[in-house]
């Protein structure tokens, strides 16, 4: 009967051993708060960060990040007796996003390399994505605006990248 049961107990062990994540939760929390830090420091405003990032790793694809950010404050209908956007706000509005945009496209390549670097246990040929969803009102003009990007790298193609036309080479970018 004990070596059945040392046998059992061997096995459950080395199911165990073999079921644990390549990346932990503790290696991604450590990233997400490194990636929330870049957010909300990149513009000068307060608030711009809707929650906070979040990762996981999926399982022979690598680490997925996200976050949510307003590009810009807008007030909501109903805010402070604000109840419609005049010609000016939304005009403002648009441009100040599309000046910041290209801000937010660096920052992010910024990260990604740096999760990539982060990531020791992550294997090399595995991804590493960071998704950022734009918040914006009912009321802005959003032609040409992405609601989200996503940026994806294998990481040894980041890890390879020295420069920043490499890094953007090894970069896939989709915006929707």
């Not at 000016?88 to 441009?95: A, F, K, N």
């Amino acid at each position: 009967m004990k070596p059945f049961f040392s046998l059992l107990i061997s096995a459950v062990l080395l199911f165990a051993a073999a079921t644990e994540p390549v990346v932990s939760r503790a290696m991604l929390s450590p990233i997400e708060k490194r990636i929330d830090q870049r957010l909300e420091t990149l513009f000068d405003e307060p608030f711009l960060l809707l929650g906070l990032t979040r990762g996981l790793y999926l399982d022979k694809f690598g680490a997925v990040f996200s976050a949510e950010l307003q590009l810009i404050a807008t007030p909501g209908v109903g805010t402070f007796g604000f109840t419609a956007p005049t010609r000016d706000m939304i005009v403002s509005t648009r441009t100040k996003k599309l000046a910041r945009l290209p801000l937010l496209k660096d920052a992010m390549k910024t990260q990604l390399a740096s999760a990539a670097l982060a990531l020791d246990k992550l294997p090399a040929d595995e991804r590493v994505v960071f998704g950022v969803s734009i918040f914006r009102r009912s009321w802005e003009d959003s032609n040409g605006l992405p609601a989200q990007i996503v940026m994806q790298a294998v990481r040894k193609d980041l890890l390879a990248a020295r420069t920043a036309p490499a890094i953007d080479a090894a970069i896939r970018v989709q915006e929707f």
